[in-house]
Every structure is written in structure tokens, then in C-alpha cells.
């Protein structure tokens, strides 16, 4: 999909003709009279009837972009996105000293779109920023929601779904920190999602005081209502089981040592085939070994439940009803199994509320 961004070919435009226009004479070597005439009757027929179909359906269909902009214009204007910044990007949407980021590669739109909404429920969509990982999805947000979206080079290959434990998506997810510490860098507070949420409530209100990393848990084990806001014991494995799917900054020195430590661990520790690295290890990681100089703070999982939790405990979910704030569609892998499981449960909202989202329908 890219490569139709990057590599346009020049448009024929339809209303000009370097040549004699075939609608308008036709040549004739057997009658000079015909030849001479420079509007015979069949011409003026088949005039008409473009004009018609231009006045009729045109109108209702949208006037194609490329019959009023030259390929200069169009080139300036995926010019302008490739030469985005951050930093710029950054500053044009955050609200309050908040940005609210997502990364997406084109075949997780509808995932975007689906989050975008419910976002827009609760008015905090005008500080989104879509850290697009192809250009596809830079050139398409921005089309429809300019500035909003950003491309940090290099690009990695994200023109398809890439499988959890695969390469592919630890190449995708390990950049994720180093956008995170820039952000955080530049002085804005930072709120990261997975795409494969939904909102249902104002997060916000649950991120109070001045720790310095908020996050959940992703253990699926039911918590007291009243559960301890300290970083969790480590596990088998010997570190914690946090999602890195929400995480909350403050622009401080302690969340950037975090996301440095972060970085160094998915350094340390690369994708093999032998051991099929994500990013999330890498982050329980980071948090364990900066606990001691760090203000972390676990957010209530009433509140944000794990995938694991929500979609399988049903006795839980009628407990702590009217809690949920967001809900995270994990523990389950595949595209289309998500969007079933969103559909089941009524929280896939871009079939019947696209025109909710900053994006419209896709």
C-alpha cells in the first residue's frame, strides 16, 4: 500500500487534450465537408452525455482530488508528513501537557478507528497522537485528521499483521520506548495504548498524584477491590507480569530512567527463533530493577482489567459492574478472532459509529 504513496505515477487528466479531441471532430478522407465541420451531430451527443454524467454523479460521489491539484501539489503535500517531526507533531496536539499515543501499521486501522471512538466518547480525542509505522497509515490519518499522525524513520516493514512472537512484531513493539523517552524528553506527560482497547470511561481521573510510572497488571487472577498500588511480586520467571499495553508518564527523571532501562533490556535480549522476544518482558524487566528509585503506581484492576479477566470471568465482571474504565482485547491472538470477540461482547463500534471517530469510516 506504501508503494502507491511513494511511487505515484503521473495523472492523465481527462479535460485536456494535447492533440485534436476525438469528441469533438473526427477526420474523414472521403468527404471534406464532414472534416470541416467542427461540431457534427454525434460529437455534441457524446458532450452532452459526459456533462451529464459529470453534473449527475459527480456531485454525490466527490469530485476526485486529482482533477483539481497537479502532481506538484500532491507531492508538497506527502512531502509535508515525511518531513514531520515528533517534536512537532508533539506540540500541535498536546492538551495540558498530555499527549495520548498509539503506534499502528495499515492492517490495524480498523483497531484505530474502533479506539479512536471511544476515546471521542470521552472528549480526550484531540490529543491523540498515531505513531503510523508505515507510510500508508502516515499519508491516510493525516488525509483525514491532519496532523495527528507521525512517521519516526526508518519505517519499519509493516504492511502486514505481524504475529504476536513473531519477528515482525518484536521489530514493531521494540521501538515503542524509544518514542515514549522522547516524548517524555520534549516535557509532556505521556499515556501510551495498544490499539485493541476500548474506553469506556474518563481514565484520567485515576491518574492522580505525581508518581512518575502508572500501569496494570496482566495477570488474569482476581485482586480485592482494595489491592495494594505496589509494583507486584516477580513471578516464576522473576519479574513482574505488568501489561505494556497502557502505561501512563510523567515527563520525570525517574519514568525516563525506566524507559532507558527498557530499551537496554530489549537490547540485551533480541528476538530468536529459539526465544521469541516481545517487548513486554523487557518492560517487567525495567520495572524491577528501578523499583527502588522509581514511583510506580499499579492502577486498580477493577478499573483496568486484563483480557484474561474480562472476557472470561463473567461472575467477576457482574461484581464490578459500572467500574470498568478500559479493556484491553488480549489473551487471544489474530485479527479477525479480536474483532469477533469485540462484536460478542458490543464494544466493536466503527460498524454503526464510525462517523464518532476523528477518522470517519474508513
Known sequence: MSAF???????????SFSGPNPLLSRRSSSSSSSSSRPFNPTALLLLLSLLIILGVFLPWSGMPDFLFSSNSNTSSHYS???????????????????????????????????????????????????????YATL??????????????????????????????????????PRHLLHILELGYNVMYNDVDMVWLADPF????????????????????????????????????????CMIFLRPTSGA????????????????????????????????????GEVDLYLLPQAAFPTGGL??????????????????HNNYITGFEKKIKRFHDFGLWLVDDHALESPLGRL
Open 5 to 15: 504513496f511513494l511511487h505515484q505515477r503521473p495523472i492523465h487528466n481527462p479535460f
Open 80 to 134: 509535508k508528513w515525511r518531513d514531520y517531526t515528533l517534536a512537532q507533531a508533539a506540540s500541535f496536539v498536546a492538551k495540558n501537557g498530555t499527549v495520548i499515543v498509539c503506534a499502528v501499521s495499515y492492517p490495524y486501522l480498523p483497531f484505530l478507528n474502533n479506539w479512536l471512538i471511544s476515546i471521542a466518547r470521552q472528549k480526550h480525542q484531540d490529543k491523540v497522537l498515531v505513531i503510523a509505522e508505515d
Open 139 to 176: 499519508f491516510k490519518v493525516n488525509q483525514r485528521w491532519p496532523g495527528h499522525a507521525v512517521l519516526v524513520p526508518p519505517a519499519p516493514d509493516s504492511q502486514t499483521a505481524h504475529k504476536f512472537g513473531s519477528q515482525g512484531f518484536f521489530n514493531f513493539t521494540s521501538r515503542w
Open 310 to 327: 474480562y472476557f472470561k470471568n463473567k461472575t467477576w465482571v457482574q461484581e464490578t459492574k459500572g467500574m470498568h474504565v478500559i479493556i
Open 256 to 291: 525516563k530512567l525506566v524507559m532507558k532501562k527498557w530499551i537496554e533490556e530489549l537490547q540485551s535480549q533480541p528476538w530468536s527463533k529459539a526465544k521469541k522476544a516481545n517487548d513486554q518482558p523487557g518492560f517487567n524487566w525495567a520495572l524491577n530493577k528501578t523499583a
Open 205 to 244: 481521573p485515576y491518574l492522580q498524584g505525581s508518581h512518575d510510572v502508572y500501569f496494570t497488571d496482566d495477570m488474569a487472577a482476581v485482586k480485592p477491590l482494595n489491592h495494594s498500588h505496589d509494583l507486584p511480586p516477580p513471578g516464576k520467571k522473576g519479574r513482574p507480569y505488568i501489561c505494556s
